[in-house]
Nanobody, 126 residues
Framework: VQLQASGGGLVQAGGSLRLSCAAS????????TGWFRQAPGKERDFVAA????????EYADSVKGRFTISRDNDKNAVYLQMNSLKPEDTAVYYC????????????????????WGQGTQVTVSS
């Protein structure tokens, strides 16, 4: 699955952005999907994940209560609504899907994911 993340940009602290993850070619509506981020000089960190049907979600503690992951399987897209952004949220954000279809759980480890999209830069100014 070829994924493309979009929606990043420059925003002031306290602001909001909505990231989108879309696929070309095959659908990924039947696969659990996650968002990760990587700041310069740091490892790629888990942000949020959603099961294939959207019933189960999971968040990193650092974004819980501020970010919301959702999906629209009719549109073959996954979203990350980011509110109350902080400078420490600055990073390149990536979406990814696992290789197994129809799993009801969520996944936190990058190694669980089979396909990754190109990232989108999010910069939060103080």
């Amino acid at each position: 699955v070829q994924l493309q993340a979009s929606g990043g940009g420059l925003v002031q602290a306290g602001g909001s952005l909505r990231l989108s993850c879309a696929a070309s070619g095959r659908t990924f509506s039947n696969r659990a999907t996650g968002w990760f981020r990587q700041a310069p000089g740091k490892e790629r960190d888990f942000v949020a994940a959603i099961s294939w049907g959207g019933r189960n979600t999971e968040y990193a503690d650092s974004v819980k209560g501020r970010f919301t992951i959702s999906r629209d399987n009719d549109k073959n897209a996954v979203y990350l609504q980011m509110n109350s952004l902080k400078p420490e949220d600055t990073a390149v954000y990536y979406c990814a899907v696992i290789g197994t279809i129809y799993t009801a759980r969520t996944y936190r480890r990058p190694d669980d994911y089979a396909d990754w999209g190109q990232g989108t830069q999010v910069t939060v100014s103080s």
